[in-house]
């Protein structure tokens, strides 16, 4: 399996635009994790998906920010209007079933200008 | 907010063991300790779980205390390549249910020659 999948590696957008990542998880895992991490807060978490079901966003720091896993094999995270303190590495993890390990993708790195 | 606390810095000398401590005394009884690291802005990497016994596996060791409210991840051998912060995690895992992953600020392991 090659792994968590993100695209695009690296992203330059200007303020207002909308922004739209997306990751495809390893296959047959069934939880799906999104992370954003600045060097100031860290590596946070915004929401996470069990069997392409959201369970918990609290994370989504606003109404901007969205993610949905319309099926097992891929997922959004869009942000719309991006502003210029979006700008972090947004990383995509996922789980298999009864397993303990999360797998990361190689992250997106989003600068808004 | 993350249920862990670590050190924010630790020097190792090359070769030595590299002992990472992490207090956790608010955890319960069906929360796991997990162990990542993450290497210079690479996806974090799992290394390591356990629930009340210690564990070892090719990576690390885990040491956790008898009352469970603190743990030490163990690189016996630590080469330059270990270098990385390294988290601390207490996460749900009962009966097939997983909770979210949520990762503090860790401890940065510098291994010096």
């Known amino acids: ?113 | 907010d993350a249920k862990t606390t670590q050190p924010p810095s630790m020097d190792c000398a090359e070769g030595r063991a590299a002992n990472l401590p992490c207090n956790h005394s608010t955890i319960s009884g069906n929360e796991y300790v997990y162990w990542y690291r993450q290497i210079h802005s690479q996806g974090p990497q799992y290394i390591i779980h356990g629930l009340k016994n210690n564990e070892t596996n090719e990576m690390a060791s885990l040491i956790i205390t008898e009352d469970r409210k603190s743990s030490t991840l163990i690189l016996p051998h630590a080469t330059l390549r270990d270098t990385a912060v390294y988290y601390c995690i207490v996460r749900l895992n009962y009966g097939g249910s997983q909770g979210n992953l949520i990762f503090g600020k860790g401890t940065k392991l510098s291994v010096k020659p």
């Not at chain 1, 635009?17 to 946070?44: A, N």
């Open chain 1, 1 to 113: 399996d090659a792994g968590v999948i993100q695209s695009p590696r690296h992203e330059v957008t200007e303020m207002g635009q909308e922004v739209t990542l997306r990751c495809k998880p390893i296959s047959g895992h069934d939880y799906l994790f999104w992370y954003r991490q600045t060097m100031m807060r860290g590596l946070e978490l915004l929401i996470y998906f069990n069997n392409n079901v959201p369970i918990d966003d609290s994370g989504m720091p606003e109404d901007r920010f969205s993610a949905k896993m319309p099926n097992a094999s891929f997922s959004t995270l869009k942000i719309q209007p991006s502003e210029p303190r979006d700008s972090a590495v947004y990383f995509c993890a996922s789980i298999g079933q009864g397993r303990p390990e999360a797998f990361f993708g190689q992250g997106t790195r989003l600068t808004v200008v």
